[in-house]
């Protein structure tokens, strides 16, 4: 079976510094994460985000939702994840499987782009990427949003 990915990316007028605030800080992780709530209580990520360190997704209530760990880290420029629902089975996770960012930034620009999967070991794993590329597409234009707002302030 091939391999099934979420592959989306977008160009935000702001630094890379910038961007990597608004992905890692739970003040804006606050704002963007919950697009991933369908709705529900507000979502935040926690994590001291060091190479090997938990990554907790958060509901309002301070209850974990999911968790992961930082397998891979380049400070703005890259941050790669797993991320597993408390709720569900868990399937092997490949070297580039999970979440993973890359920041490029270029005059004054950043390209930030997002990769999750692989959902092929999933049941209905096309279906689960595709909502998953869904809820991504909202949550970089709320990342944009939050990195180029005039009331950015971290």
Known sequence: ????????????????????????????????ASEFSGGGPKVHIESEWN?????????????????????????HALLRFTVFDMEAARTPVSPEGGIAYKLTERGGKTRFWVSQGDFSGT?????YRDLSAEVWERALAKVKWLAEGPGFNP
Do not use: H, Y
């Open 1 to 32: 079976m091939s391999k099934l990915f979420v592959d989306r990316s977008i160009e935000i007028n702001a630094s890379a510094q910038r961007v990597w605030d608004v992905l890692t800080l739970p003040q804006f992780t606050v704002e963007w």
């Open 51 to 75: 190479l090997g360190s938990a990554v907790l997704w958060k509901d309002d209530k301070g209850l974990v939702i999911a968790k992961g760990i930082v397998t891979a880290l380049e400070a």
């Open 123 to 127: 049941t209905d794993g096309a279906r």
